[in-house]
């Protein structure tokens, strides 16, 4: 019996709790490295990290593009997203190393396949490498502030083992926003590359934004300093909108909002059609929607793989 496909907010859950703390564990070399102060251990566990990023953007990348294909699939047999949404198996990312699940992915959805090469080499061999450049210099001025602190306060504990410890919670931290926030960006890339596949965009040529609606959610409260993502939660336009320049997710570090592909028998029913130009629908509200200062200022499709994507 095929076991039910989740919706878009369980499945991205799955994704984003896969890892965080193993992800976490290949900080620490680098980390290591920047304390002994090590410019060929530095290389090392740099290149390390950015592999481990790289494999992780393109996983997520394929679960977006195989996501797209599925809900083409319902629209195809005449279902909705929400109608068909117990058709299909759920995809969880296995525990088994980067080339082990990346063949089980494609062997699931053997579309994919003609993509596959191309998409691996460019996240692995140009994105990921910036990414961990970034996350470098993060941990280094990080490093450099407890160094500073400690000796302001007249207790400099400078051993590598000293600094390790007491940099742990903030090393989980900071690795749990880089893993989920290029899971996201990677996640909602591949679903909108594989929107615009001819075939796919004709059946489904728009998107519906949505958030994780918990209390966790950034609402424009004090707490979430000045970003307001739930306001967009179920705004609808075509997948080329100009908008979803500034409203794709992620909208913020460990954003957790999402896009589904929306069927023309939907965007029918509910009055999104005019001919065959899709009618943009904006939830009550969403002039209040604000993301990150630096986010929301190139859809990510568009930001990794330029105007002409990957076909």
């Not at 965080?20 to 620490?28: I, K, P, S």
């Not at 996501?67 to 083409?72: H, P, S, Y």
């Amino acid at each position: 019996m095929t076991r039910p496909l989740q919706s878009p907010e369980k499945e991205f859950r799955l994704l984003a709790a896969r890892g965080t703390d193993d992800f976490a564990r290949e900080f620490t070399p680098l980390l290591r490295a920047i304390i002994a102060e090590s410019p060929s251990e530095r290389d090392r566990a740099r290149a390390r990290l950015a592999r481990v990023i790289g494999q992780t953007m393109t996983l997520a990348d394929a679960y977006g593009r195989r996501r797209a294909l599925l809900e083409f699939d319902a629209a195809v047999s005449r279902l909705t997203p929400e109608d068909a949404a117990f058709r299909y198996e759920t995809p969880v990312v296995p525990n088994v190393p980067f080339s082990e699940a990346y063949a089980d992915i494609l062997r699931r959805e053997p579309r994919l396949a003609f993509t596959a090469e191309e998409v691996a080499k460019l996240y692995q061999e140009q994105h990921a490498f910036a990414l961990a450049k970034s996350a470098d210099l993060a941990l280094t001025n990080a490093v450099k502030g407890h160094v500073v602190k400690s000796i302001m306060e007249g207790t400099p504990s400078l051993s590598a083992s000293a600094i390790l410890r007491e940099m742990g919670d903030f090393t989980r931290s900071y690795a749990s926003t880089v893993y989920t926030t290029n899971l996201t960006t990677a996640y909602t890339a591949g679903r909108f590359q594989q929107a615009q596949e001819p075939g796919v965009r004709e059946m489904l040529p728009a998107m519906e934004r949505w958030s994780v609606t918990d209390s966790a959610v950034r609402q424009g409260r004090k707490e979430d300093h000045g970003e307001d993502h739930l306001s967009a939660h179920g705004l609808i336009a075509d997948t080329a909108d100009r908008i979803w320049q500034s409203h794709a997710p992620p909208s913020g570090y460990r954003c957790r909002c999402g896009v589904t592909l929306v069927p023309l028998p939907r965007l029918r029913r509910l009055g999104l059609m005019s001919g065959t130009t899709v009618l943009r629908y904006e939830p009550p509200g969403m002039g209040k929607f604000r993301a990150h200062a630096n986010f929301g200022r190139r859809r990510p499709d568009l930001a990794i793989f330029g105007g002409g994507g990957i076909a």
